[in-house]
């Protein structure tokens, strides 16, 4: 007997690798990729070990306590403040030089302890890390034109070294807690 069966006829499938690659690079060049984006912040070297044994008392009054709690109430030096008002009394805080005897004794001893409540909005850990930092930008802005005649920012690199060693920007953050409000 004659086989009368025919066989199934094959799909050509020489151009689906074509169309699969194609397919690929087509989302590969059209899909965004976010980002993560935070706060860029540089950790301090390790102090050398002879340096450790004369730093290593701090005083109380070198140290700018910045409290915010899970109200998002900010608590400066154990007084409610502002946001608003962050900036200025840091900014204080940290050019004292030794002026005003319950602030910093000078720029490099100067220390901004900032420690939030678990509670804490992001948005108000941010304005305050913002307002943190725009103090020190503020001053370097301010030194560099009065001893350069120019901006911070357009400085150069060594130029601007030599400013961030006179006011080096020291904030310390503490591991959040309950420190009050709604927790």
Do not use: C, W
């Not at 059209?30 to 912040?41: L, W």
């Not at 340096?51 to 109200?71: R, T």
């Not at 000078?106 to 725009?134: C, F, H, M, W």
């Not at 070294?161 to 709604?182: C, F, H, L, T, V």
Request: charged content about 30%; glycine content about 6%.
């Amino acid at each position: 007997m004659a086989n009368n069966r025919r066989g199934l006829p094959e799909i050509n499938a020489g151009s689906m690798a074509d169309i699969a690659f194609l397919l690929l690079i087509f989302f590969l060049v059209t899909t965004t990729m976010d980002v993560d984006t935070g706060i860029s912040r540089k950790l301090p070297p390790m102090p050398e070990e002879e340096q450790l044994e004369d730093d290593s008392q701090i005083k109380a009054k070198n140290i700018y306590v910045v409290l915010i709690n899970a109200n998002n109430q900010l608590l400066v030096e154990g007084e409610l403040m502002d946001i608003s008002q962050l900036k200025e009394g840091a900014k204080r805080f940290i050019d004292n030089n030794g002026l005003d005897p319950n602030l910093s004794d000078n720029p490099q001893k100067a220390i901004i302890s900032l420690q939030n409540d678990r509670g804490t909005e992001y948005k108000t850990y941010i304005r305050v890390q913002n307002e943190l930092a725009a103090a020190y930008n503020e001053i370097r802005n301010d030194i560099s034109l009065k001893k350069y005649g120019k901006k911070y920012t357009n400085l150069s690199k060594v130029k601007q070294k030599e400013i961030r060693k006179m006011y080096p920007q020291k904030i310390s953050e503490a591991e959040p807690k309950n420190i009050g409000g709604d927790s």
